[in-house]
């Protein structure tokens, strides 16, 4: 199959409903002409104009209110929050209002199509407020789901599907993962929400993680391959709802799991996943669960800080390790 | 005055049912039988109907937790207003959203927010989409002097005004926060006055004088429709009651209580219509008396409705199927 990298995946997603569906729109800072901070949208200014992939100003609240305003009146916007650390700069709109419209009003507004796009995570040396991984803060928000790729044939498929969902999306994409390719269907794709994947089979041991994360997790799953232990990679791929059956049968069958996450330890999934395992697989592990995670601390500017900071391959070898004895 | 008589006394008779079905649920709060908090417009009535009649039943309207007012105005049904505020299934939003969060969709009404400030933004949204169906409806959205304050005004004006939006931003000053009152926390003498940060007309309107009230909107809407932009309006009014019922109001004196009375809009509208010869005192008795006969049925149909099933609870949380193409 073709191979394009993560960033061409999502634009790609965003070119091919756009040219389905007029109704579908983009508003966002820089996104028009200039083609998004990151470049995610070049070239969709050109081809759709500026009714269709509108600039706005440096406003959050002005951005996801009409975002919602204008899903409340059945148009499919996707607005872009350049970093999710601006999310508490707008985020009323992302607890208290989107999320809660439809039930509030008792189901009178049948449908809420709202993609808000935002990007996360950290080795950009951006400092630490540009580079959290806050995902966590929003799965605490019923009615909102929340996605976040870690390849990119899942990036397009999910955002596909987040896209054509009719309820509010929080779909997450991690700045690191931009430059990374794989293979990515040149049809549409949709990548059903809600479900997990796992993304490289074993029996000795569950990694649990999702994002950029999933990257290193591969890799670290590769070298204990090579140290004969067989670990099995499952990617939440949405973090909202959550996959609980996935993750239960991988530890009904490896009897043993770690969670990584980019978030620092005291935030992010592994508390929910956790919770999870604890409910539907307790009598089945062989092991207390562990969870690789960043240090409960601000991200450092400093690049052997950051590194340091942020979860690791070394830090999974050793938790797995831990595990297996 | 311009309107035919049937127009004149259908304004008359909707700023009586309002003061009466906001009286009615002071008494409930009183009685111990309304759950939650309530905050009435009482005194307010001039607003609500001068601005409600002044629009086609097209245009979009949105207002905060003050204005249940506003749904009788726009012609909603009271029996659901009362069920909906008391938390019945039969309300308009099956009980789920109450007094702070009644919405009445099928009128162009999304009804009362209980943050203050989005509905602001999502404002331009709504009139977004407006403007893109082009059939010169507009987006009105009333908000209190209180939220003036707040970034989201800041905002929205600006978004507005950038995008030309059909928006008719509609500043409530009934001078009081919860207990801040104008003159401690209001940098200008008129909120109107903000308009020029936004270059926007502006304009503060006598808000207890239904015609004077009638007018600025029929003329600031006419401008807004033929595409020349968002306008402040601000309407001057005065709020009998505390900021919720219950508030003892210890930071009015019992003077001021008494001379808002003297500006009371009811009062003096039924004024004018009888001194123009428009009415006589005695159809006005029958339009008050047809009001308490509706506010009884109210009630009643209240009384007679169930609390929400229990599967409620879970029920318009996400649309569950997602779109096909």
Not at chain 2, 210 to 225: L, P, Q
Not at chain 2, 292 to 305: C, P
């Amino acid at each position: 199959m073709r191979e394009i990298t993560f960033l061409e995946a999502i634009r790609e997603a965003l070119r091919q409903e756009m040219e389905l569906d007029e109704n579908v729109f983009l508003l966002g800072e820089d996104i028009g002409a200039f083609g998004g901070c990151f470049g995610v949208t070049a070239g969709l200014f050109e081809q759709f104009g500026a009714e269709r992939v509108m600039d706005t100003p440096i406003s959050e609240s002005g951005i996801m209110g009409a975002a919602l305003g204008a899903a409340l009146m059945g148009l499919r916007p996707i607005p872009e929050l350049m970093f999710i650390d601006f999310t508490p700069v707008c985020m009323d709109y992302l607890t208290n209002q989107a999320p809660k419209v439809r039930y509030m009003c008792g189901g009178q507004v049948e449908k809420l199509p709202l993609v808000i796009r935002t990007t996360s995570g950290g080795w950009i040396r951006a400092a630490g407020q540009h580079s959290q991984s806050l995902e966590g803060w929003f799965t605490q928000v019923p009615g909102l789901k929340v996605v976040m790729p870690g390849t990119p044939g899942d990036a397009k498929g999910l955002l596909t599907a987040a896209m054509r969902d009719n309820n509010p999306v929080l779909f997450i994409e991690h700045k690191v993962l931009y430059g990374i390719s794989g293979p990515v269907p040149e049809e549409e794709v949709v990548i059903p929400l809600g479900k997990a994947d796992i993304k490289r089979e074993g029996s000795d041991i569950t990694l649990i993680t999702y994002g950029f994360m999933l990257q290193k997790t591969l890799a670290a799953a590769e070298e204990l391959a090579g140290e004969g232990i067989n670990a099995e990679v499952i990617d939440l791929r949405t973090l909202s709802p959550l996959d609980h059956d996935a993750i239960a049968a991988s530890v009904h069958k490896t009897h043993k799991a770690v969670v990584i996450q980019e978030a620092c330890e005291s935030a992010g999934l592994a508390g929910l996943v956790i919770k999870s395992l604890m409910e539907s697989s307790f009598d089945y592990l062989d092991a207390p669960i562990k969870t690789v995670a960043a240090y409960d601390t601000v991200i450092p500017f400093s690049p052997p800080l950051e590194d340091a900071m942020l979860p690791n391959e070394e830090r999974i070898l050793k938790a797995v390790k831990e595990i297996m004895g | 005055m311009q309107l035919p008589k049937e127009k004149l006394l259908e304004m008359y008779q909707k700023m009586f049912k309002i003061r009466i079905f906001e009286e009615s649920l002071a008494e409930g709060v009183t009685a111990g039988t309304l759950p939650g908090f309530v905050h009435l417009g009482v005194g307010q009535e001039a607003v609500m109907v001068g601005v409600a009649s002044a629009l086609r039943a097209t245009d979009w309207i949105s207002g905060t937790h003050r204005e249940h007012g506003l749904m009788i105005a726009r012609d909603a049904d009271m029996n659901r207003m009362r069920a909906e505020i008391y938390g019945k299934v039969t309300g308009y939003c099956k009980g789920k959203g109450g007094s702070m969060h009644l919405a009445v969709f099928d009128k162009c009404a999304p009804g009362c927010n209980g943050i203050l400030g989005p509905n602001q933004t999502i404002n331009n949204g709504i009139a977004l989409a407006l403007k893109k169906k082009g059939e010169g409806n507009i987006a009105v959205v009333m908000f209190g002097d209180g939220a003036s304050h707040r970034g989201d005004f800041h905002e929205a004006l600006n978004l507005a005004s950038c995008w030309k939006l059909p928006s008719l931003a509609i500043c409530v000053n009934n001078e009081y926060g919860i207990s801040g009152c104008v003159d401690e926390v209001c940098s200008v003498e008129d909120i109107s006055a903000r308009s020029i940060g936004y270059g926007i007309p502006g304009l503060t309107v006598d808000g207890n004088d239904v015609m004077a009230v009638y007018e600025a909107v029929t003329e600031t809407a006419k401008s807004i429709r033929e595409g020349k932009g968002p306008v402040l309006l601000e309407l001057k009014t005065t709020r009998y009651r505390g900021h919720f019922e219950g508030d003892p109001q210890a930071y009015r004196t019992p003077e001021e209580l008494e001379g808002l009375k003297k500006r009371d809009a009811i009062v003096r509208f039924g004024k004018e219509l009888v001194e123009q010869g428009i009415a006589t005192e005695k159809e006005l008795e029958e339009l008050r008396d047809q009001a308490q006969i509706a506010l009884q049925e109210a009630i009643d149909f209240e009384e007679k409705s169930e609390y929400p099933p229990m599967e409620e609870i879970f029920t318009d949380l996400y649309y569950e199927e997602g779109r096909a193409i």
